[in-house]
């Protein structure tokens, strides 16, 4: 670790490194998957009844309201003792977008079940024909009376086949440019005429899904914003999710694997460890900087971070494979010196890091625009 903690901040680490290793169940710990919602909901909720399953939501939401220094620390101890990965689409995205966008009927139905885990939230953005290129999206919503009827075809869904609602963009407005005429919407996904297809992936498990509508009628009331006006939403959403995609957790999570790889091979690694520990240490000291910004107002743009957040994920691993040597052909885990060893899996998983969230490529394009203010011709 390169930062300096306060006192405060030593006996925060304390306290949780405490609480996990007493709380997390043995069958949770060093998982490679994601564990499915209805499996990992009973840790869920003892984190939300902790207190720390928001540690970036405003206390006046019910959230931590937690530091900079306090959500890096809990990402580090959370990797640590290799807690799970949780279902954070209502944490991270739809959560934060109704605070800032919702009504007051929408916060008090749906914030308090977030915290509680009460509802889990897919994301209907990616469509077959419209991925990062956003604005070209084909699900339509035709507006009758009080309510919109949606059809069309959202695809790799995360967890979209388990999850109760799903926040979804969908046309409707023909007539305007592509950027209007789109409409964010909170849809149940127990209402008739949506059907759910599960995605087999590279790592060999279906963590995506596609998601099909065919005439699904809608509230009027779960229009979030105002109706053909959901594209400065969506703008607010990527952002609020780069920042998360760009955490530290993925990053810390894979260094765990490189450091007990080393040790359980007994390789002269040494400085391929240091190495990670370097490029991890400096993702999260930039994270750091971004939510310092975020909370004085004056947060750069994240598209930045996702990049780097990803990528350091990436490399990580492509170190955990040189170390593996002839090893890293093993796709499961292996018991090595009496530790589990995941030799490929998180590898394999971590190839769609820099994809999803929009591509690095699209990131790159939002800086050139954004931040370095390049003419087209000059883009990288």
């Known amino acids: 670790m390169l930062r300096i903690e306060s006192e405060a901040e030593q006996a925060f680490r ?3 490194r405490d609480w996990y290793a007493a709380e997390l169940p043995e069958e949770l710990r060093d998982l490679t998957f994601r564990p499915e919602p209805a499996r990992a909901l009973g840790w869920y909720r003892r984190l939300s009844q902790r207190g720390w399953i928001a540690p970036h939501w405003p206390k006046t939401f019910g959230g931590m309201g937690a530091s900079p220094v306090q959500q890096v620390i809990l990402m580090e101890e959370a990797a640590r003792i290799g807690a799970p990965e949780l279902p954070t689409q209502g944490l991270n995205q739809i959560g934060p977008i ?3 966008f919702g009504t007051p009927e929408q916060q008090a139905r749906h914030l308090p079940a977030i915290l509680n885990g009460d509802v889990i939230w897919c994301q209907g953005y990616s469509e077959p024909g419209a991925g990062s290129d956003l604005a070209s999206l084909r699900t339509r919503g035709r507006v009758e009376d009080d309510e919109i009827v949606v059809t069309g075809h959202k695809i790799w869904t995360t967890w979209g086949h388990h999850a109760d609602w799903i926040y979804a963009l969908v046309r409707t407005n023909e007539t305007l440019p592509r950027r209007q005429g789109i409409t964010f919407l909170l849809i149940d996904l127990t209402s008739p005429g949506i059907t759910r297809r599960p995605i087999r992936t590279l790592a060999d498990e279906n963590e ?3 998601v099909f509508f065919d005439e699904v009628r809608v509230p009027r009331a779960n229009v979030v914003g105002p109706l053909d006006g959901g594209w400065s939403i969506v703008t607010a959403l ?3 999710e780069r920042i998360q995609l760009g955490a530290p957790s993925h990053a810390l999570r894979a260094l765990e694997r490189v450091r007990r790889m080393a040790r359980a ?3 002269a690694g040494h400085l391929m460890v240091a190495e990670a520990e370097m ?3 400096a993702l999260t ?3 750091l900087q971004i939510l310092t910004g975020v909370a004085s107002g004056k947060a750069g743009d994240p598209s930045g971070l996702k990049i780097l957040s990803t990528e350091t994920t990436q490399r990580v691993l ?6 593996a040597g002839s090893a890293a052909s093993l796709k499961l885990p292996e018991q090595v010196a009496g530790a589990v060893i995941d030799f490929s899996e998180l590898f394999l998983q971590s190839r769609r890091l820099s994809i999803y969230g929009g591509t690095n490529e699209i990131q790159r394009g939002l800086i050139a625009d954004r931040v370095l203010k390049l003419p087209k011709g000059k883009r990288p």
């Open 14 to 16: 304390r306290e949780v």
């Open 98 to 100: 109704l605070q800032r």
């Open 208 to 210: 995506f899904c596609e």
């Open 238 to 240: 990527l952002d609020e």
């Open 265 to 267: 091979l007994g390789e």
């Open 279 to 281: 490029e991890v240490a």
């Open 285 to 287: 000291a930039a994270f």
């Open 318 to 323: 492509d170190i955990a494979q040189e170390l």
